[in-house]
């Protein structure tokens, strides 16, 4: 990017808005920000987070890092001052169907801390975390390729997820985790004021477990309003396998129980983590109809198969439409290929230099 359009703002300067400014500033970027509380604001400028307090017509590109419930207005209005604008939402669904426009990309960085505010605010805090893009028909493939850019930059992985299916997984793995967390936290509690050193017992597993109903209250209302259907699917689909595990408990069956655990074991210990080396990625190059569609179509195809895609450009033709230039794990190829030229798409596959 041109160092002269690496401005940017930032609406919502909580904890992740006051992150994703203080990573852009330890980038290079000029960042400005805006919150509803000019005073949280003016002290993220004071603390070295944000360059400015305020709007900036001349940004390129707008984080929106407002509770879920503002977000669509938002937006709206930053759409309107020309910036290509993302969010940072929980959920994705109702936002992107309310946003058709081009120059919206839906994202949610699945990054978080147990401090609150600007005392969490962390430049480094997307490192090595998962950043979700929502793209849809309507998303502009320049608009996404900005944002993914950007989010890369920040040190995250970024990952393309249609939203309704972003819904539905991230119920799975955050919404449903952060309740269990606050419940399991809650009867401890509760269980304390009858046994003083309850709390005090509590070892490293259940304060690893219980760490994130820590985390700010004020966004989880909204987040399970909007998402109630695929959160509560979440939730019977965990009691009923707390009640198998009562029951394997109950019985004593130790062969049941023991198999359940090493499972989960094995589960924990195969999740992904991290980026391939620079000398394991290859460019996967797609000819493409210019269509902002394609690019939600390759994009999401990947990811539902497990590709990661670390860095993508579009190389635009003055004949119409152009190339898809994505960085994969060369270990990735073959998958690629077979979900790609499934769907009738060519490609052609380029080792990286270095």
């Known amino acids: ?74 937006a709206r209005r930053a759409l309107a001052g020309g910036s290509v604008v993302t969010d940072v939402a929980g959920i994705k669904g109702q936002i992107a169907a309310a946003l058709p426009e081009p120059m919206f990309v839906g994202g949610h960085p699945m990054a978080g801390s147990e401090q609150q505010g600007l005392d969490g605010a962390d430049a480094d805090l997307f490192q090595g975390a998962t950043w979700v893009l929502t793209p849809t028909a309507t998303t502009s493939p320049d608009a996404y390729a900005l944002v993914q ?21 991230v119920a799975l ?9 606050a419940t399991l936290m809650n009867l401890a509690a509760d269980s304390a004021l009858e046994h003083g050193t309850l709390l005090r017992m509590a070892a490293g597993g259940f304060r690893d477990m219980t760490r994130v109903a820590a985390g700010d209250p004020g966004i989880w209302p909204d987040v399970c309003r909007d998402n109630r259907e695929a959160i509560v699917s979440a939730l019977d689909a965990l009691i009923d396998s707390l009640a198998d595990v009562r029951g394997t408990v109950a019985a004593a069956d130790r062969d049941v129980l023991l198999k359940h ?15 391939p080396a620079p000398r394991e990625s290859v460019e996967v190059r797609v000819p493409v109809p210019d269509r902002p569609a394609v690019l939600a179509e390759v994009t999401t195809l990947l990811a539902e198969v497990g590709v990661n895609v670390f860095d993508i450009e579009i190389a635009h033709s003055a004949e119409g439409g152009g190339v898809l230039v994505l960085v994969v794990s060369a270990a990735a190829v073959p998958l690629a290929r077979e979900v790609l030229t499934g769907r009738g798409y060519r490609l052609s596959v380029k080792r990286m230099e270095g």
Request: glycine share 10%; net charge neutral.
């Open 173 to 181: 793995v955050s919404h449903v985790p952060h309740l269990t967390a």
């Open 149 to 169: 850019s950007v989010a890369a930059s920040l040190g995250a992985l970024v990952v393309a997820v249609p939203p309704d299916r972003h819904d539905q997984l």
């Open 1 to 74: 990017m041109n160092p002269a359009a690496r401005r940017a703002q930032v609406i919502g300067t909580g904890l992740i808005g006051a992150s994703v400014g203080a990573a852009l500033r330890a980038r290079g970027w000029h960042v400005t920000g805006s919150d509803l509380d000019r005073t949280r604001t003016e002290h993220a400028v004071t603390l070295g987070l944000l360059d400015a307090a305020g709007d900036d017509p001349q940004a390129s590109i707008t984080f929106v890092a407002t509770p879920a419930g503002e977000v669509v207005g938002v």
């Open 261 to 275: 655990l090493e499972r989960a074991s094995e589960a924990r210990r195969n999740l992904p983590v991290g980026a």
